[in-house]
């Protein structure tokens, strides 16, 4: 199997590897997959008291795709709303990781992630920050 | 600085020695000729070859060089030797047994031969990877045929206690069938002692060429089989098909060597397989999967819980070595040998074949050694069930969220 | 001194090309293809261009080269594969097939297939009018060789092949002689199975490739860990697969050029044979520019054989796998030949290397072996 060079830069570098502690002010926490399934994506999330994604974390079991979605995710939520969060698909994670159609199920699962981290943060906050987060579906 | 990709997959296929290479190359240039060619000294000479190597490869195995028939390798053996008994002997019975963890190409076989109206009893292997004689003797019927059983097997390394289960075999009148194309130059094969009927032989895995095999047929008693390749009436009748020189005559020298050889080579080898174990066992959650005392030397086959099967191959990939999971076109199987043992997915995934044999060398072990327990750390630091792990979560009792 | 080699039907020595190709794979690139690792992987590309270089020479596509262990198995595969994957009906195969495809033609025989045997004229050719006889019963599998293996005598396997596949029967073509000898196209020949050996085209033993129309469901004979697409279970044998490659390529790349030169040699070599009272077998056909089977009336072929390798050329009186019997060939009777002149055959098969001088000087050496004999002869009588 060949990963493409940006698989493996992440995998090789992954950036944001770690963990919040989960009482910290402001922490979500979206955890998907199974270890049956070969993937298990933790993906927390820091926002500030104005909505901003300040910063992420991820760990993942799961191979180098997986390990490369969720790194990538780390990187490109920073700075946005948790709305704009929610509109990274997986298509352009595939695509800008190019993995090939084995591994689409990576990104899918990157994106998932993203998704039950916000709906962490909405169940600990109400309704507060965000509006409208079916918009895109 | 050992030189990267560091290849411990003697067991996938071994170099061919170049005291081996040096042996065939005249085969391939001039002495080419069809050892079939009775009228002149082309042919004469390949046939003498071929003649001389038939000892070679019987002697490692104290067999009879009558008792050898060429085959195109340990799969044609392994088929030659089950359908041809099946076919032969159906009159007697239609009911065959092997073990579950059997190489494919004997498993494929029994199938093969359910299709055609044989009843097979796939025995489960004991944890350890080793047969139950109590299982095995049980499961042999009034109308079994043959029984099919590895010496050694291809991923674990466990040994069979063949002589025993032939003893059982020749006892109740069933035929019995040994793949020991994993065996040859690693344990002893004492073929007038041991009660074995048939037994595949393969020259690459034991620094000998691809392409070429041996089937061993006991003449006393006397097996039949039906032969499977027909033609020009080669090999007694059993297998046809002109006589590949180059390639007996290199099976032959590395027979003969691994018959020089085998016993120093194999303290050598398990003192590199024991410094490899002893660096390893220092990771945490490191499984050994199969027997360790019934074990060839060459092999350690281990699991790493908490990381995941693919991305620990990616890790290591400076080293060549086997993992549990089988590629499949889109999705990755994981390895039916660690399954039959009773071993979950994830450790089954998580599993890494390392196979020693003549080129390794001390400084490649540590360089494994050393790759190896960084980049478990590594993933086990990128892995939340490492973390779920150490916090002391049973993770059985997690409800994940599946996708 | 090594004798002269004039047995290149029986098997050819290696070009020096496909050994120099072969070489690296036996040591530095030793991986399994179905291994993962580097090492793995570079075999598997190793194959994947043999497999490219067999499809080319051959006019079939890679996906169509199932590699074998030689050419036997190749027709094994071919014809019980094949009748596998086929309701029993009517197999028919010509009377002069090699045993590789006659025998296990006999093998289905016994599994309720019909068997019928294609009669060949005096000059060794099936004739039209003899398949269409036969494919007046309804018929699965049609084999018929491209190029006789004892005479050389070259089939019209397209025409046949369209005659078959008319009353809807599967046509398979063994042509381990023919290449590299005259040119072999699948897409020309346009048969939907085609058997092809390394060895007889100066590439290695232990490799051949049965060429299949993807259409058609073979069942495996060997089976296992399912490479060449479950087709045949087996590792590869990689160096092997590597010489059959090159020396596909080789041989294409000769082919015209050693026809001509050939049949330069064999027209020197029969007019010779004539002069000295030989029956040419086949000579009204078309045949093989490096093969003469040849009698002389009266003169037992092994002897006649024998008494050339005292004088130093290596020639046959049939197919080497039948040799050191003494029944006359099933080829010969077939084409009407009697069985005491049968006997009396020798096969005299060139090489790209055989000179206009070998075969001036076994021309005057067989001359002076003949009035030896038939001075013998006259004594005796």
Not at chain 2, 187 to 199: G, H, P, R, T
Not at chain 3, 197 to 207: D, L, R, V
Not at chain 3, 313 to 327: H, I, K, L, Y
């Given at each position: 199997m060949s990963y493409s060079t940006k698989v493996l830069d992440h995998y090789e570098n992954p950036r944001n590897v770690g963990s919040f502690a989960q009482d910290e002010e402001g922490i979500a926490t979206g955890m998907v997959g199974a270890p049956a399934c070969g993937d298990v994506m933790k993906l927390q999330l820091k926002v500030n008291k104005d909505g901003i994604i300040e910063d992420a974390k991820f760990k993942t079991y799961g191979c180098g795709s997986a390990i490369a979605s969720s790194s990538l995710v780390t990187e490109w939520v920073k700075g946005k709303t948790l709305d704009q969060a929610l509109d990274i698909k997986n298509t352009h994670i595939a695509e800008e990781l190019a993995l090939p159609p084995v591994k689409i199920h990576c990104s899918v699962l990157a994106e998932d992630a993203i998704k039950a981290a916000v709906a962490d943060y909405k169940s600990k906050h109400g309704t507060t920050v965000e509006t409208n987060m079916c918009s895109s579906h | 600085?050992?030189?990267?990709?560091?290849?411990?997959?003697?067991?996938?296929?071994?170099?061919?020695?170049?005291?081996?290479?040096?042996?065939?190359?005249?085969?391939?240039?001039?002495?080419?000729?069809?050892?079939?060619?009775?009228?002149?000294?082309?042919?004469?000479?390949?046939?003498?070859?071929?003649?001389?190597?038939?000892?070679?490869?019987?002697?490692?195995?104290?067999?009879?060089?009558?008792?050898?028939?060429?085959?195109?390798?340990?799969?044609?053996?392994?088929?030659?030797?089950?359908?041809?008994?099946?076919?032969?002997?159906?009159?007697?019975?239609?009911?065959?047994?092997?073990v579950m963890t059997e190489h494919k190409a004997v498993l494929d076989t029994m199938r093969h031969l359910e299709g055609e109206g044989f009843e097979v009893t796939y025995l489960d292997p004991e944890p350890s990877g080793l047969v139950d004689l109590e299982k095995f003797k049980a499961a042999l019927r009034p109308d079994t045929i043959l029984a099919s059983v590895m010496?050694?097997?291809?991923?674990?390394?466990?040994?069979?206690?063949?002589?025993?289960?032939?003893?059982?075999?020749?006892g109740k009148g069933v035929l019995f069938h040994v793949d020991a194309a994993q065996a040859t130059g690693k344990?002893?094969?004492?073929?007038?002692?041991?009660?074995?009927?048939?037994?595949s032989f393969s020259a690459h895995k034991t620094y000998g060429p691809k392409g070429i095999g041996a089937l061993y047929v006991r003449r006393k008693p006397r097996v039949r089989l039906e032969a499977q390749m027909h033609g020009g009436g080669h090999e007694r009748g059993l297998r046809s098909g002109t006589l590949a020189t180059h390639q007996i005559v290199g099976m032959g020298e590395a027979f003969r060597i691994a018959k020089e050889e085998m016993a120093t080579e194999n303290e050598r080898i398990r003192a590199l397989r024991d410094r490899l174990y002893k660096g390893l066992s220092q990771i945490e959650e490191a499984h050994l999967n199969g027997d360790m005392e019934w074990r060839v030397p060459h092999n350690l086959n281990l699991s790493f819980n908490f990381v995941e099967g693919e991305s620990l191959i990616m890790a290591v990939r400076d080293l060549a070595v086997s993992s549990g999971s089988a590629c499949t076109s889109a999705s990755l199987e994981p390895s039916y040998v660690l399954r039959a043992l009773g071993r979950s997915d994830e450790l089954a995934h998580s599993s890494i074949r390392f196979t020693i044999g003549r080129f390794t060398t001390e400084e490649e072990v540590d360089f494994a050694i050393d790759l190896v327990t960084r980049n478990i750390g590594r993933l086990r630091e990128m892995s939340p069930l490492w973390d779920m792990f150490k916090e002391?979560?049973?993770?059985?009792?997690?409800k994940w969220a599946s996708h | 001194m090594s004798p002269v080699y004039f047995d290149h039907n029986a098997t050819t020595p290696l070009d020096e090309r496909v050994l120099?190709?072969?070489?690296?794979?036996?040591?530095?690139?030793?991986?399994?293809?179905?291994?993962?690792?580097?090492?793995?992987?570079?075999?598997?590309?190793?194959?994947?261009?043999?497999?490219?270089?067999?499809?080319?020479?051959?006019?079939?596509?890679?996906s169509q080269v199932i590699f074998t262990s030689g050419g036997s198995e190749a027709n094994n595969l071919a014809i019980k594969g094949a009748a596998a994957g086929l309701t029993p009906s009517q197999l028919a195969i010509s009377a002069i097939e090699h045993p590789c495809v006659a025998k296990p033609a006999q093998e289905l025989a016994a599994q309720g297939w019909k068997l019928a045997k294609i009669g060949v004229n005096t000059a060794g050719r099936i004739e039209g009018d003899a398949l269409e006889q036969a494919l007046r019963q309804p018929t699965g599998l049609v084999s018929v060789m491209l190029a006789n293996n004892e005479t050389g005598v070259i089939q019209d396997v397209a025409t046949l092949a369209e005659t078959a596949r008319k009353h809807g029967a599967l046509v398979h073509s063994d042509a381990v002689q023919a290449l590299g000898k005259v040119s072999v196209d699948f897409s020309v020949l346009n048969v939907d199975l085609?058997?092809?050996?390394?060895?007889?085209?100066?590439?290695?033993?232990?490799?051949?490739?049965?060429?299949?129309?993807?259409a058609v469901e073979i069942k495996p004979l060997i089976v296992g860990a399912g490479h060449e697409k479950g087709l045949r279970a087996g590792t590869e044998n990689v160096p092997a697969i590597v010489g059959f490659g090159i020396a596909c390529e080789l041989a294409v790349r000769r082919v015209s050029e050693l026809q001509g030169r050939l049949r330069g040699l064999q027209g020197e070599l029969e007019r010779g044979l004539h002069g000295m009272g030989a029956v040419i077998f086949g000579a009204a056909a078309e045949r093989l520019p490096n093969t003469s089977f040849f009698g002389f009336p009266g003169i037992e072929g092994?002897?006649?054989?024998?008494?050339?390798?005292?004088?130093?050329?290596?020639?046959?009186?049939?197919?080497?796998?039948?040799?050191?019997?003494?029944?006359?060939?099933?080829?010969?009777?077939?084409?009407?030949?009697?069985?005491?002149?049968?006997?009396?055959?020798?096969?005299?098969?060139?090489?790209?290397?055989?000179?206009?001088?070998q075969v001036r000087e076994f021309l005057g050496a067989l001359q002076g072996e003949l009035k030896r004999m038939r001075g013998l002869a006259a004594m005796a009588a």
């Open positions: - | 600085m050992v030189k990267t990709p560091v290849y411990l997959d003697y067991s996938a296929t071994t170099p061919v020695d170049p005291r081996v290479a040096d042996k065939m190359i005249p085969y391939l240039v001039e002495k080419f000729g069809n050892p079939a060619s009775r009228s002149h000294p082309f042919g004469w000479e390949a046939e003498k070859a071929v003649e001389e190597a038939r000892e070679q490869v019987a002697a490692l195995v104290n067999a009879d060089p009558k008792e050898i028939v060429w085959t195109s390798g340990a799969t044609e053996s392994n088929n030659l030797a089950i359908k041809g008994a099946a076919h032969f002997y159906s009159g007697k019975g239609k009911h065959l047994v092997t010496l050694v097997n291809n991923e674990i390394g466990v040994i069979q206690d063949i002589a025993t289960l032939g003893e059982v075999c020749r344990v002893e094969i004492d073929l007038a002692k041991l009660k074995v009927d048939l037994m002391g979560i049973d993770l059985s009792t997690v | 120099a190709a072969m070489l690296p794979y036996f040591r530095e690139h030793f991986g399994n293809p179905s291994s993962r690792h580097e090492y793995g992987r570079e075999a598997r590309r190793a194959v994947d261009g043999a497999r490219e270089q067999v499809a080319d020479a051959l006019g079939a596509h890679p085609l058997s092809v050996s390394a060895h007889k085209a100066y590439g290695p033993k232990g490799i051949g490739a049965l060429i299949a129309n993807k092994e002897t006649l054989v024998m008494a050339l390798d005292n004088a130093g050329f290596a020639v046959a009186s049939g197919a080497a796998c039948s040799s050191g019997s003494t029944q006359a060939s099933a080829t010969l009777l077939a084409m009407g030949v009697d069985n005491e002149l049968g006997r009396a055959a020798v096969r005299v098969s060139l090489g790209k290397d055989t000179t206009g001088e």
